[in-house]
């Protein structure tokens, strides 16, 4: 019979395991894709000192009002519309005021859009007219700038020319049109 020699069992060095684990780790940090947020690109104004509280008086004919609530039904100067389509074309006209209208705008930089929702409004319906409104300042500067809508959003600052472009369109001193949309508090009043 023969007798083996007693073996002692060979360590295994945990030093190079841990280098490898660590190395996948970073490997699969660097390598996954993390989902960014999306959201809406809008410049929000300074929050107000308490001091400087200021009594704005808005005349009734300046402002356009647009309001949905929870069942996506659409109220424009308080009449309903079925077609969040036409607001663009409607929003225009009351900015430009071409007719001297007494319901609409006094002057182009006068105009200010009063957008209200209910917190139950569906986040598509709440985009499309919110991108209904916005595209109807972008056709005014585009037809301004004497170029077409997709052209003007696509304009690069930081090219002079094309900053030129930009600012003919939204205007300077006088013929300054800023887009004045005024976002209200979503309210829980329902359908």
């Given at each position: 019979?023969?007798?083996?020699?007693?073996?002692?069992?060979?360590?295994?060095n945990a030093g190079s395991m841990a280098d490898i684990a660590f190395l996948l780790l970073i490997f699969f940090l660097v390598t996954t894709t993390i989902a960014s947020d999306k959201g809406l690109t809008i410049t929000l104004p300074p929050e107000p000192d308490d001091a400087e509280k200021v009594d704005v008086v808005i005349k009734e004919r300046n402002l356009f009002k647009v309001a949905i609530n929870s069942n996506d039904?659409?109220?424009v100067e308080g009449e309903r519309l079925d077609d969040?389509?036409?607001i663009k074309?409607?929003?225009?006209?009351h900015i430009l005021n071409p007719t001297k209208s007494e319901k609409f705008?006094?002057?182009?930089?006068?105009?200010?859009?009063?957008?209200k929702t209910d917190r139950g409004t569906s986040y598509e319906m709440y985009i499309n007219v919110l991108d209904q409104l916005q595209g109807a300042y972008y056709e005014i500067y585009a037809e301004r700038a004497g170029i077409s809508v997709e052209?003007?959003?696509t304009l690069d600052l930081g090219n002079p020319r094309e900053k030129a472009l930009y600012?003919?369109?939204?205007?300077?001193?006088?013929?300054?049109?800023?887009m004045a949309i005024s976002i209200a508090e979503p309210t829980n009043v329902g359908g």
């Open positions: 019979m023969a007798r083996g020699k007693s073996r002692q069992s060979a360590e295994v039904d659409l109220l969040f389509m036409e074309e409607m929003l225009v006209e705008a006094e002057a182009p930089k006068e105009a200010i859009v009063s957008f052209e003007y959003r600012n003919k369109g939204k205007g300077e001193g006088e013929n300054e049109l800023p």
